[in-house]
């Protein structure tokens, strides 16, 4: 699991290589990650939007920005925390991603960028 703190936001990732959808013949590699997002601050915050790097191993970069995650613009309370999961998938069986989420704090609609930590995407058979 990758870890990161930005402005009281923790932000956790876990990623699993989905051998099931993955067809590597085809360069078609699938990994499913889970964020969970924890609010340490003492104010209620919302996700508004997100911004997403995605690396493969044969260099080819992705950029992916939007509204909320997975159709969701979660308020989180002080203390609570919200998890999703969702996926991507590369040409190669190792890549990286990273990004931001752009919050807002709900007592005075200040923005601010909340970093999302780096972390691998690498098929299981690689990793033995």
Not at 73 to 100: A, F, K, R, W
Request: charged letters at 20%; glycine letters at 8%.
């Amino acid at each position: 699991m990758v870890t990161a703190i930005t402005d009281g936001v923790k932000i956790s990732v876990e990623t699993v290589y989905q051998d099931e959808y993955s067809n590597p013949a085809n360069d078609h590699y699938v990994f499913a990650y889970r964020i969970n997002i924890e609010n340490l601050s003492d104010y209620a915050i919302q996700l508004k939007r997100r911004q997403w790097f995605i690396f493969d191993s044969s260099g080819v970069q992705r950029e992916v920005e939007g509204e909320g995650v997975i159709g969701l613009q979660p308020v989180i309370e002080p203390g609570e925390s919200h998890s999703y999961v969702s996926g991507c998938n590369l040409t190669t069986d190792m890549g990286t991603m990273n990004g931001s989420y752009l919050m807002s704090r709900l007592f005075d609609d200040t923005e601010f960028t909340v970093d999302i930590p780096k972390f691998s995407l690498i098929a299981s058979y690689r990793l033995n």
